[in-house]
């Protein structure tokens, strides 16, 4: 299984024992009152945005943006077209470093360890290791960001608040693409939109977004111990 199609069934997974559409409905109830409903809400959706071939200059300053962001910390909501909900924090230390911390009853923790990517599910208590190279993330956390060395541009949307660029890797097209949307002015990374080989689309949206934080390294580093249960 790819990494593509394990990232779109995490939600599934996390609320297993629950009935999925209850859940995403507490999930994004929760989520409104935290304020993501906002966010979501600055998103238009993709129909109603121009498409249009990119400009080198758009290119670069994607790159460039990218490229400046040291870390980040943000609050995310995550929703799967195949109806699974969560939601949780989101901390990102550039290049090669990420964790997703899903908010209980979530059982699932995810880390870029800067070399491995982790798929840990604490109810079996088994961690599943990808390349980092081998997921969404690898195109966020890569040293150089290149929106065309080793990804290809295939759909590029802009509206008034919004830029959409989804990305496919030349190496394997077929295995899925990721779609990064930002707000232009000022730029900010937003939300991402992850598709899997059958289709399925996983959407992670931020809010409460900080860049240039302090982070604690330990984040970044694979512990079964919950963070709430080490003393």
């Not at 995310?76 to 990420?98: C, N, T």
């Not at 982790?118 to 993330?137: G, S, V």
């Amino acid at each position: 299984m790819t990494f593509f199609s394990k990232f779109s069934q995490t939600a599934f997974h996390t609320f297993g024992k629950k009935s999925r559409s209850l859940m995403a409905a507490s999930v994004l109830s929760a989520a409104i009152g935290l304020g993501a409903m906002t966010s979501l809400t600055l998103l238009p959706n993709a129909a109603h945005a121009q498409s249009a071939d990119i400009s080198p200059e758009m290119i670069k300053k994607i790159e460039t943006y990218m490229g400046d962001i040291t870390t980040l910390r943000a609050d995310f909501v995550q929703i799967s077209s195949d109806g699974g909900a969560a939601e949780g924090k989101l901390y990102m230390q550039r290049p090669g470093k990420m964790r997703f911390e899903y908010n209980p009853p979530a059982q699932i923790l995810l880390v870029s360890t800067g070399h491995d990517f982790i798929y840990y599910d604490k109810e079996i208590n088994a961690p599943t290791y990808f390349d980092i190279d081998e997921t969404p993330a690898g195109i966020i956390l890569a040293e150089n960001i290149s929106l065309t060395d080793k990804v290809k541009i295939v759909d590029y949307r802009r509206t008034a608040e919004t830029i959409r660029v989804e990305l496919v890797r030349k190496s394997d097209p077929g295995a899925g693409s990721v779609t990064l949307v930002f707000a232009e002015s000022p730029m900010q990374l937003r939300q991402w939109i992850v598709t899997d080989p059958t289709g399925i689309e996983t959407t992670v949206t931020l809010f409460n977004t900080e860049e240039h934080v302090s982070l604690d390294p330990e984040l970044f580093k694979f512990d079964r111990i919950w963070p709430n249960q080490r003393n």
